[in-house]
């Protein structure tokens, strides 16, 4: 078994900042791509971060320049950072790991709980 645990989401004024951290853990050989989805209400889910084992990183036009996304692989952590953050982020954020159990497994998506991330005044 393999377990997400998504940390860091709350309520935040307009214009703040946030740090939400995700921690990987269970039966684990090696973890590929980690990154960040969120989905707002009446919307569908989207891609906010992603970033490989090779630490490249990718991210929505919509949060390029608010955003990084670093991960610790010794600790299988993943963490995302955005500031200036706007009442559109308002969302819930899951976590996403590509995660191998074994060297001939071929990786299988996992996911967080998710978290929500109000952004208001």
């Known amino acids: 078994q393999v377990q997400l645990v998504e940390s860091g989401g709350g309520l935040v004024q307009p214009g703040g900042s946030l740090r939400l951290a995700c921690a990987a853990s269970?039966?684990?050989?090696?973890?590929?791509?980690m990154g960040w989805y969120r989905q707002a209400p009446g919307k569908q889910r989207e891609l906010v971060a992603l970033?490989?084992?090779?630490?490249?990183?990718n991210y929505a036009d919509s949060v390029k320049a608010r955003c990084t996304i670093s991960r610790n692989n010794s600790k299988n952590t993943v963490y995302l950072y955005i500031n200036s953050l706007k009442p559109e982020d308002t969302a819930v954020y899951s976590c996403y790991a590509l995660v191998r159990r074994t060297s001939e497994d071929n990786g299988i998506d996992y996911w967080g709980q998710g978290t929500q991330v109000t952004v208001s005044s």
């Open positions: 269970g039966s684990i050989f090696s973890i590929g791509a």
């Open positions: 970033i490989t084992s090779g630490y490249t990183t």
